[in-house]
T-cell receptor, first 110, second 114 residues
Framework: KAGVTQTPRYLIKTRGQQVTLSCSPI?????VSWYQQTPGQGLQFLFE???????NKGNFPGRFSGRQFSNSRSEMNVSTLELGDSALYLC?????????FGPGTRLTVL | QKEVEQNSGPLSVPEGAIASLNCTYS??????FFWYRQYSGKSPELIMF????GDKEDGRFTAQLNKASQYVSLLIRDSQPSDSATYLC??????????????FGQGTILTVHP
């Protein structure tokens, strides 16, 4: 069974731009969660989608948004990028309690 | 107080020894507890999860949960150099409403030396 896939794997953007990251969950998994990982803050929950509905949201500004499509694929968007948004963005999919992470998208904001 | 706390380490053990990793959490309503391993430059991979008090064993790994003390631990027996990684403790406080929100500790760096 294929794992969680994320695209792109690496991104370089400049301040003020916006970015869209994509995640394809494991086949059959309907829940997709997004996390941000930085050296200073560690792994922090962004949001969770289930059946195209946002089920949970973390403590991030409104510049961070997401959505889920009917095939369970998910995208997250960050608008008006700031230097502090540089991080590894991880997507995880789950069928039950166990979450499985994708390889992540490394975002660098210059 | 952080919601999930781990000793940052680094923890260094000799090959073949038992490595003990600890985690405490603040939310008494937390339902399930996870241990992930993350190699440098890679994404976290699930080792095991536990939701009942007591021990749960999977190969060389044993997770221990004490809800009264709000404490979770991971024991790695017969540690190998390939076990050298950052170990992340994660907690789900959402219960039956959602499994998708995990709160992570800062991670413990483990080094197993030959």
């Amino acid at each position: 069974k294929a794992g969680v896939t994320q695209t792109p794997r690496y991104l370089i953007k400049t301040r003020g731009q916006q970015v869209t990251l994509s995640c394809s969950p494991i086949s059959g998994h309907r829940s997709v969660s997004w996390y941000q990982q930085t050296p200073g803050q560690g792994l922090q929950f962004l949001f969770e989608y289930f059946s195209e509905t946002q089920r949970n949201k973390g403590n991030f500004p409104g510049r961070f948004s997401g959505r889920q499509f009917s095939n369970s694929r998910s995208e997250m968007n960050v608008s008006t990028l700031e230097l502090g948004d540089s991080a590894l963005y991880l997507c995880a999919s789950s069928l039950g309690e166990e979450q499985f992470f994708g390889p992540g998208t490394r975002l660098t904001v210059l | 107080q952080k919601e999930v706390e781990q000793n940052s380490g680094p923890l260094s053990v000799p090959e073949g020894a038992i490595a003990s990793l600890n985690c405490t959490y603040s939310d008494r309503g937390s339902q399930s507890f996870f241990w992930y391993r993350q190699y440098s430059g890679k994404s976290p991979e699930l080792i095991m999860f536990i939701y009942s008090n007591g021990d749960k064993e999977d190969g060389r790994f044993t997770a221990q949960l004490n809800k009264a003390s709000q404490y979770v631990s991971l024991l790695i027996r017969d540690s190998q150099p390939s076990d050298s990684a950052t170990y992340l403790c994660a907690v789900n406080s959402q219960g039956g409403t959602s499994y998708g929100k995990l709160t992570f500790g800062q991670g413990t760096i483990l080094t197993v030396h030959p």
